[in-house]
């Protein structure tokens, strides 16, 4: 019963005393048992430590010390280090890392009273669009487990669209919280670069990399963004800047807001039935009282192809680190020091990281910056500017999530560049470091479909109302798969 029930729901059945934490999280536990060897979306789970932080928030609650969140069980994407458990980032080369700190999001939702029920699988080192690239198999699609559940984030967006966690912590580089939100219906949010601090992250694009709540609402992503956002003097990408009650603004009408369609993002390539669901979100906003301004992004063809210059370029440099010396994988018998980095690297990186590193390699090498980092940072600043002129027209940006529903496990791999193709609309929100979220917005062919909302910079609290205010017209985010009821 409790599985049904929203984060803002359970958050009032704690407080009214209708349930315990201790009782909250077992259920949870006992879902993850029963479910999860089906779906695969948890690397580890942590019930002894799950339970003690549950009896502890019980505690907390009976003497007057609870927040909103005390209580309340969420599963932690496998790229958040966490003091004590394994941090495997989906990656053989961290299958054995016991993290000796907790990564800052860990420690504000701690702090918060969140109890953690585990960590979940992803695609190794964040690397890919559907959960196929992790260490420890793909995670299924709860809608349909041929299907994949998107990715990175996959595991997290799957937990949650099963119902075995109310809500969980993803990463989004260049859509990897959005796109699996709407490839398993659920509401994801990508804040702006800098909101969330990125210390204890295990990084994969420094300039792109950024934290983010997954969960059934909007309302629920509030919640955790109240907790989750914030500076940090560790993190010197983290913004200083106060932090809104991002629950505060949820009920405001959006009568007037002027919503920006891109002519980019419903030409070809987008699939006719999830046209039609984004279309009719459209309408429904349009019958709310928002203002239909069509605009132009005319930049967006060249998201992908920067994209996949500037991202691999970091990944190269910040997995230079993972040298089998210090920690994770180490190869056996190696005959000297060349020896030893070779096989490390060739034996504890999957194909899709081996070939993103390569390529960043390559475009970072002497004679080549110019030609093609350079050139995609110039371009990146277009990119940019294509939104900021956007956003002197219009409050928010509408469309597509993602240019399809999900893809079959296996449809994909062997092609990476159609792989990539799939984060088509995802990709210049961080390219930009602009915030965004993806909420459900209906089926087409009985699988989920996302329509996403992009805001100017910091106005996270206006792209969560968009979204609360659909989301009081509709129900498609109270949908669960029926094999998971």
């Known amino acids: 019963m409790y599985h049904t029930k929203t984060l803002a729901e359970l958050s009032a059945m704690l407080e009214a005393g209708e349930v315990t934490s201790v009782e909250l999280t077992q259920s949870f536990l006992d879902r993850i048992k029963q479910f999860d060897g089906e779906l695969n979306s948890f690397v580890t789970v942590t019930e002894e430590l799950a339970l003690?932080?549950?009896?502890?928030?019980d505690k907390a609650r009976a003497s007057g010390k609870a927040g909103p969140l005390t209580g309340i069980p969420i599963a932690h994407k496998d790229i958040f280090c966490t003091e004590g458990v394994k941090t495997s980032c989906g990656s053989k080369m961290l299958d054995n890392f016991i993290s000796p700190y907790s990564a800052t999001v860990v420690e504000k939702m701690r702090d918060a009273g969140v109890v953690m029920l585990g960590k979940t699988n992803m695609d190794e080192f964040a690397m890919g669009s559907s959960n196929e690239t992790s260490f420890y198999g793909p995670v299924k699609n709860p809608w349909n487990t041929q299907a994949v559940p998107g990715g990175s984030?996959?595991?997290?967006?799957?937990?949650?669209?099963?119902?075995?966690?109310?809500?969980s912590t993803g990463t989004d580089t260049g859509g990897s919280i959005r796109q699996p939100a709407s490839l398993c219906g659920i509401t994801g949010l990508k804040p702006t670069y800098g909101r969330i601090s990125r210390y204890g992250m295990i990084a994969f694009a420094s300039s792109l990399d950024q934290a983010g709540p997954m969960a059934?609402?909007?309302?629920?992503?509030?919640?955790?963004?109240?907790?989750?956002a914030g500076f940090d003097s560790r993190d010197s990408t983290s913004m200083e800047r106060d932090v809104d009650d991002y629950s505060a603004s949820l009920n405001n009408s959006i009568e007037g807001l002027k919503i920006g369609l891109p002519k980019?993002?419903?030409s070809e390539g987008l699939d006719a039935g999830v046209a039609k669901q984004v279309d009719d979100a459209i309408a429904q906003y349009r019958a709310m009282g928002a203002e239909i301004i069509d605009i132009s992004l005319p930049n967006t063809h060249l998201a992908v192809p920067v994209y996949y210059v500037?991202?691999?370029?970091?990944?190269?440099s910040n997995l230079s680190r993972f040298d089998g010396v210090r920690f994770g994988y180490r190869c056996e018998d190696p005959k000297d020091l060349e020896d030893l980095y070779k096989r490390s690297r060739g034996e504890g990186f999957g194909a899709e990281v081996k070939r993103r590193i390569m390529v960043g390699a390559y475009a970072l090498s002497a004679g080549y910056y110019d030609a093609y980092y350079l050139k995609s940072q110039k371009l990146r600043r277009?990119?940019?500017?294509d939104f900021s002129k956007a956003f002197e027209q219009v409050d928010v940006i509408m469309g597509p999530t993602a240019p399809s529903t999900a893809f079959n496990i296996g449809e994909k791999t062997d092609d990476p560049v159609s792989m990539y193709l799939s984060d088509i609309y995802t990709i210049a929100v961080n390219l930009a470091g602009l915030p965004g979220m993806s909420v459900p917005a209906g089926f087409s062919n009985n699988m989920p479909v996302g329509l996403q909302i992009i805001g100017n910079y910091f106005e996270?609290?206006?792209?969560?109302?968009?979204?609360?205010?659909?989301?009081?017209?509709?129900?498609?985010?109270?949908?669960?798969?029926e094999a998971f009821v």
């Not at 309302?219 to 963004?225: G, I």
């Not at 500037?310 to 190269?316: F, L």
């Not at 996270?460 to 798969?481: C, F, G, M």
């Open 264 to 266: 980019e993002y419903f």
């Open 460 to 481: 996270e609290s206006r792209l969560l109302n968009v979204a609360h205010q659909y989301q009081q017209k509709t129900d498609w985010h109270k949908q669960i798969p």
């Open 382 to 385: 277009l990119i940019s500017e």
């Open 153 to 167: 984030s996959g595991g997290s967006a799957a937990s949650v669209a099963a119902r075995l966690a109310p809500a």
């Open 216 to 228: 059934q609402s909007a309302e629920d992503c509030a919640l955790l963004l109240n907790a989750m």
């Open 310 to 316: 500037v991202a691999p370029a970091e990944c190269s």
């Open 52 to 57: 003690a932080q549950a009896k502890a928030a």
